[in-house]
């Protein structure tokens, strides 16, 4: 079981930015294959993921404006996202799995272990 402890959502206006924070008290992040996924109301979709040995995949509306990493010192994962939208409000969570996973690290249905969620609003 990883425990996974989200932080940073809020409320911004559109182009506003944001920081996602998600620690993790069980396992190295350095071993852990993560993501953050997002949930507005229709199924949980992947918005960027990095796995044990740094590489990361962003999904079409994440490349090129947010961006994940790993903080090995204080063992989180990150997601700055700078430009928001109002298409980007949701339920943003953090996903991790112990295992090494290939094609299709940002689907939802491969991470076993999940955070609570933390929201993300853009509106004016």
């Known amino acids: 079981q990883v425990h996974l402890v989200e932080s940073g959502g809020g409320s911004v206006q559109p182009g506003g930015s944001l920081r996602l924070s998600c620690t993790v008290t069980?396992?190295?992040?350095?071993?852990?294959?993560m993501g953050w996924f997002r949930q507005g109301g229709k199924e949980r979709e992947g918005v960027a993921v990095i796995?044990?040995?740094?590489?990361?995949d962003y999904a079409t509306f994440a490349r090129g404006r947010f961006t994940i990493s790993k903080d090995a010192a204080n063992n989180t994962l990150n997601l700055e996202m700078p430009n928001l939208k109002p298409d980007d409000t949701a339920t943003y969570y953090c996903?991790?799995?112990?295992?090494?996973?290939?094609?299709?690290?940002?689907?939802?249905?491969?991470?076993?272990?999940w955070g609570q969620g933390t929201q993300v609003t853009v509106s004016t």
């Open positions: 069980s396992h190295a992040v350095g071993n852990l294959a």
């Open positions: 796995d044990q040995d740094g590489t990361t």
């Open positions: 996903g991790a799995e112990v295992l090494r996973l290939g094609i299709g690290r940002l689907v939802s249905t491969y991470y076993r272990n």
